[in-house]
DNA sequence: TCTTGTTGTAATGTCAATCATTACAATGCT
DNA sequence: AGCATTGTAATGATTGACATTACAACAAGA
């Protein structure tokens, strides 16, 4: 299985929210064209965001800000907030090994700590990611699309 | 979401082969009982290690043994044998981000390339992890068993 | 205070993947 | 030939992803 698109969306969103955040109010239908998403499960990863205490979402009037540094969000809170793996766990066990056969009853003992360490170096690339690394590289491409603006 | 288990089921298979093949043959059924998983399925991920080159299989006559020393066989292959990721993309990006917004047409080019950083950590550090490692812990907690055969 | 634009969320539907299960032809020993 | 086993198709249950409709709650401006 891959890991849910809901985390490519949510740092689509928050470079809309950086590159258009002064200029434009980021609504979620504003998301929801840029994304071209359902507003409503943009509204969904906005609420997973917020509970993660990353973007506040103004209720009535509409909008979305960033509420830290971008330097000081990593991908990995990103993947946190939104819930990509289930209990945080990555690799799926099968649920019921036999108690009866020496290799089913140890299995997790032996299987355990190796795939942790797997999904540590994951979470650890994740971690040394921020949203200031992808500002930095979203500047350059609308930069150059700038430079040649009918390119295609 | 999750890794597939058919990656710790395929782990598990091989666990079994090593530890029961020379006194058992170690057939679907065999594996069905010590995964507590139906012999279709575990005939389905033997049938995916054979395509791999990674075991052989008896038609007819039945049984599977490995075909490489277990130093030569990596999480990494068993993990590509299995194909627990669709494409080798460990990321679903949302298909059609928007051709009119500037954002959401250099997403791709934006994130791409952090994307594969992190899938490479993850592939990285399942190809450092050796089924001869799995074998070593696996012989450790089976021989604690016999010390103290009736502890629970 | 009424209107307007928006958020939050429930309900429903489609689709794809996982895993279980039944069934059976093909295979290769004995 | 008989037998245990593999390979595979077909069917079903369950789950998560994402889309969509609908609407109450909300905030601000007219």
Avoid: W
């Amino acid at each position: 299985m891959q890991i849910s698109s809901r985390f490519t969306l949510a740092v689509h969103i928050f470079v809309c929210i950086d590159t258009f955040g002064s200029e434009y109010k980021v609504t979620s239908d504003f998301l929801a064209g840029s994304t071209n998403v359902n507003p409503v499960i943009i509204r969904k990863i906005l609420s997973q965001l917020k509970g993660a205490g990353l973007i506040e979402v103004a209720r009535g009037t509409g909008g979305t800000t960033v509420t830290r540094p971008l330097d000081k969000i990593t991908f990995f809170d990103i993947y946190n907030a939104v819930e990509c793996v289930e209990r945080g766990e990555l690799f799926h066990f099968h649920e019921n090994p036999s108690a009866n056969c020496p290799v089913g009853r140890n299995i997790h003992h032996i299987l355990d700590d190796k795939l942790f360490r797997v999904q540590s170096a994951l979470e650890k690339e994740l971690d040394s990611i921020t949203l200031a690394d992808v500002k930095q590289d979203a500047e350059k491409y609308l930069r150059e699309e700038n430079i040649y603006p009918n390119a295609f």
